[in-house]
T-cell receptor, first 113, second 115 residues
Framework: SQKIEQNSEALNIQEGKTATLTCNYT??????LQWYRQDPGRGPVFLLL?????KEKRKERLKVTFDTTLKQSLFHITASQPADSATYLC????????????FGTGTRLTVIP | DGGITQSPKYLFRKEGQNVTLSCEQN?????MYWYRQDPGQGLRLIYY???????QKGDIAEGYSVSREKKESFPLTVTSAQKNPTAFYLC??????????????FGAGSRLTVL
């Protein structure tokens, strides 16, 4: 079965630094890899996705990389702010049917002022 | 504003009772989903529906039931057969129609606690 691991349950960084979150997966490679943000007691919110044939994707202070050889995606937040504190989820998207998303357990990021 | 509305936000249930969680969307999305979220675990799919009057079991459907009588609505019933129902339940929708990425829009969630 598909296994998705996010590097750690929690990550603390100083404000202004770059946060790097890791998503590793086993077995088959997804067609897409998605990243979501979840605040406590709320539903996840989609941030961005990267296709299997893309190496890097950027959106404002966010950057995602995708290495299908390593079976890994890295999610970077540059110039981090306390408002970036949240749990970040990665999701593998097979696109072979509606039951095609597999979510990681998430990494809880805390940005310290 | 377009979005997904889940209700109630918090729900307490006695053992042996069935409860129904509401999910309504005004995004005109075809597909709707129910996930369960427990601490330390990824989101687990309970049921999903790609079209009105049709739905499929996800990975953990036992003890749950759904209906899809309208495109906008996808209620989830947690039955007394669900052995460990205390969890955070998330409803989601997407425009997914079989190709391309399946990006989900989530509701705010419903927290069910069994007393």
């Amino acid at each position: 079965s598909q296994k998705i691991e996010q590097n750690s349950e929690a990550l603390n960084i100083q404000e202004g630094k770059t946060a790097t979150l890791t998503c590793n997966y086993t077995n088959y490679s997804p067609a897409y890899l998605q990243w979501y943000r979840q605040d406590p007691g709320r539903g996840p919110v989609f941030l961005l996705l990267i296709r299997e044939n893309e190496k890097e994707k950027r959106k404002e202070r966010l950057k995602v990389t995708f290495d299908t050889t390593l079976k890994q995606s890295l999610f970077h937040i540059t110039a981090s702010q306390p408002a970036d504190s949240a749990t970040y989820l990665c999701a593998l998207d097979k696109t072979a049917g509606a039951n095609n998303l597999f979510f990681g357990t998430g990494t809880r990021l805390t940005v310290i002022p | 504003d377009g979005g997904i509305t889940q209700s109630p936000k918090y729900l307490f249930r006695k053992e042996g009772q069935n409860v129904t969680l509401s999910c309504e969307q005004n995004l005109n999305h075809d597909a709707m989903y129910w996930y369960r979220q427990d601490p330390g675990q990824g989101l687990r799919l309970i049921y999903y529906s790609q079209i009105v009057n049709d739905f499929q079991k996800g990975d953990i459907a036992e003890g749950y039931s759904v209906s899809r009588e309208k495109k906008e609505s996808f209620p989830l019933t947690v039955t007394s057969a669900q052995k460990n129902p205390t969890a955070f339940y998330l409803c989601a929708s997407s425009i997914y129609r079989g190709t391309g990425a399946n990006v989900l829009t989530f509701g705010a969630g419903s927290r069910l606690t069994v007393l």
